[in-house]
């Protein structure tokens, strides 16, 4: 009983010593990923998007076309779409699960984000239509 409880201790030593990496992009973004938690933030224009999901960070390190795939125009362009469509079906609990569409996004066309950013709500958008089985906007979703 007593290896038991010192393997086990000891390999939760191991993994809380690695449970948080943190990846800075740039001097005004930062990304942070602690399991399938990605953390966005901008302390300049004070904004903060976190994303729990489990799998979302696999799909984004396994499957999501890489940075740079698409332009940064075409990601704003998208993700202004999705955003009206998910903040609808959020204001609308009866006809939409409550449960996948909880709170609205603010997403402010007139801000310019960062191509980081945009990068990661799109594929987060891309990755919740395919796991989940939604279709926003009247797009299907392409890898």
């Known amino acids: 009983m007593k290896k038991v409880v010192t393997t086990l201790l000891i390999v939760g030593l191991i993994i809380s010593c690695n449970s948080t990496q943190k990846t800075v992009t740039d001097s005004t973004n930062v990304v942070t ?3 399938d938690t990605v953390r ?8 903060e998007v976190i994303i729990i ?7 984004l390190y396994g499957q999501a076309r890489p940075r740079g795939y698409y332009s940064e125009s075409f990601l704003e362009q998208r993700n202004r779409l999705y955003v009206m469509e998910w903040n609808s079906r ?13 709170m609205q996004i603010d997403y402010d066309p007139n801000i310019h984000y960062g191509y980081e950013v945009n990068y990661l709500i799109y ?3 891309i990755y919740f239509q395919i796991h989940y089985k939604q279709q926003l906007a009247g797009f299907v979703p392409r890898i």
Request: aromatic share 20%.
């Open 90 to 102: 959020v204001l609308q609990p009866t006809r939409f699960d409550p449960n996948l569409y909880e």
């Open 53 to 59: 999901d489990p799998g979302f960070s696999s799909f």
């Open 123 to 125: 594929n987060y958008f």
């Open 33 to 35: 990923k602690t399991s």
């Open 40 to 47: 966005i933030a901008n302390d300049e224009i004070e904004y």
